[in-house]
């Protein structure tokens, strides 16, 4: 059975690719952050790292309240205020002019980032037909932005700085949110009829709640994980 493949769907997997792979730039251009910023090549990689370590955090911990304003407000909104939001966060850490102002936009990076599981993935499995395969494909973009992550940023970084690193996925990301926005405000008035009657018809599955819960408690674990190994690198 063929699945119709909708522009929606299009944006939310560009949102899954995008969030983590805005998410390990600074495991890529950490060493270049270091030396710009004086520090010795022996030991830049594991000075800076550990400025990584709050947005990591901050990107699981703040999944439920990322879950919790979308179901009081919009998921729509949220994803458009994820693909804006974490571009702006990206390029304002491009801007920054000393390490401390790096791990502020870091720490925002990974605030902006911690919208897109609970809100992504809840629109994924709101399109009601045939979710495990929707997941799925929404799975293996977010797997491409980890892959992507080192090679697009070490393409970035051979041919401009790390500065430039953030700055252009940053930009990519806006497009994106902004492209999103205008198409969301296009099917706004057709759309608000069609949910209702869809909502009525489909649904969810008993317990989804507990299953956002638990995606959401998971994503908060991953980054609280994470903070720790990079924790343990030697300084």
């Not at 060493?31 to 709050?54: H, N, R, T, V, W």
């Not at 009081?72 to 974490?86: A, C, D, E, S, Y």
């Not at 911690?114 to 495990?132: A, L, R």
């Amino acid at each position: 059975m063929r699945v119709p493949v909708s522009p929606e769907f299009i944006y939310i997997n560009i949102g899954h690719f995008l969030d983590h792979m805005i998410m390990l730039i600074f495991a890529k251009a950490a060493f270049s952050i270091g030396i710009d910023f004086g520090l010795l090549k022996d030991s830049a990689f594991a000075e800076m790292i550990s400025y990584g370590i709050p947005a990591l955090v901050l990107f699981g911990a703040c999944a439920p309240v990322a879950a919790h304003l979308a179901d009081k407000w919009n998921r729509k909104g949220m994803l458009t205020v994820f693909f804006i939001g974490i571009g702006l966060a990206s390029i304002l850490t491009g801007f920054s002019q000393s390490i401390i102002q790096v791990g502020f936009g870091l720490a925002s990076i990974g605030i902006f980032a911690s919208i897109y599981h609970p809100v992504g993935i809840s629109m994924v499995i709101e399109c009601g037909e045939k979710v495990g395969w929707r997941l799925g494909v929404n799975g293996v973009w977010g797997n491409m932005g980890v892959a992507g992550a080192p090679l697009l940023t070490g393409l970035i970084l051979g041919i401009f700085d790390w500065r430039m690193a953030f700055i252009i996925p940053g930009i990519f990301s806006i497009f994106v949110g902004l492209g999103f926005f205008v198409f969301i405000k296009s099917r706004s008035n057709v759309s608000t009829i069609k949910n209702t009657h869809e909502k009525e018809l489909i649904g969810f599955a008993t317990g989804w709640q507990r299953a956002l819960i638990a995606l959401s408690l998971i994503t908060a674990a991953g980054g609280f994980v994470l903070g720790f190994v990079f924790g343990q690198i030697p300084i």
